[in-house]
């Protein structure tokens, strides 16, 4: 006999399976039938009530650990490429090193690129609470955001002085951010460094290592 009737969904087939045990039973014992005959069927329909909820539950707590796992993955993603892209632009890196850390290596081109000659031009765009966005150009075309021919981006380094602390002018003096390759690069701040000033500087990085002049200082206030 064909079980059509019966729904595919878990959700459905619950409520059907309930509805229809207490169908059947009165309908049972309004014919006068022994009810004895119907134990198997209530057993079973026990154990899928007890078996149906606990696997929604632990459905329910899978999907929660696999959203834990996922932004626990973005977070340490998120903390391993400026420190990979920082390694990658040292002067003294080696592939060897980069081969020990498990990094790209980059194939040799036949050559050494030449350094970048030109600066980043900087601006920080500071609408934004507690954000600086940070836009930079060539000066050698300053009207288009494309970076120069032969680079990977610009290293992008950043100190937080107080109020009346004057601006380090040494990049020296400021921490690796990151390495910015599309013309733009945000940094986001605690509440505790509101009021602040950031200082930056940038210079271009290219396939190889080399590295251009140091941009001029560009400083913002960090907006509370």
Not at 5 to 12: L, M, Q, S
Not at 26 to 54: E, I
Not at 141 to 159: C, D, H, I
Request: charged share 25%.
């Amino acid at each position: 006999m064909p079980t059509t009737y019966i729904p595919r969904p878990d959700g459905d087939f619950a409520a059907f399976s309930n509805h229809y045990y207490e169908a059947v039973e009165k309908w049972w014992n309004m014919q006068g039938l022994d009810p004895s005959d119907l134990t198997d069927l209530k057993k079973a329909l026990d154990t899928w009530n007890a078996m149906f909820p606990a696997h929604v539950a632990a459905q329910a707590r899978a999907e929660g650990a696999r959203q834990n796992k996922d932004a626990a993955r973005r977070e340490l993603e998120r903390q391993v490429r400026p420190i990979a892209n920082f390694i990658q632009t040292y002067p003294k890196t080696t592939d060897a090193d980069r081969a020990t850390i498990g990094i790209t290596v980059r194939q040799p081109t036949g050559g050494t690129s030449p350094a970048p000659t030109s600066r980043p031009l900087v601006r920080v765009d500071t609408a934004d609470r507690l954000r600086h966005t940070i836009r930079f150009t060539d000066e050698a075309t300053p009207t288009r955001r494309a970076r120069p021919k032969n680079t990977l981006g610009a290293e992008v380094r950043l100190r937080l002085v107080g109020a009346g602390e004057p601006p380090p002018a040494d990049p020296e003096a400021l921490a690796y951010l990151t390495l910015a390759t599309s013309g733009i690069a945000t940094t986001d701040f605690p509440l505790s460094d509101a009021g602040k000033t950031a200082v930056y500087m940038l210079r271009w990085v290219g396939p190889r290592g080399a590295v251009g002049p140091w941009s001029e200082v560009c400083s913002a206030t960090v907006a509370a």
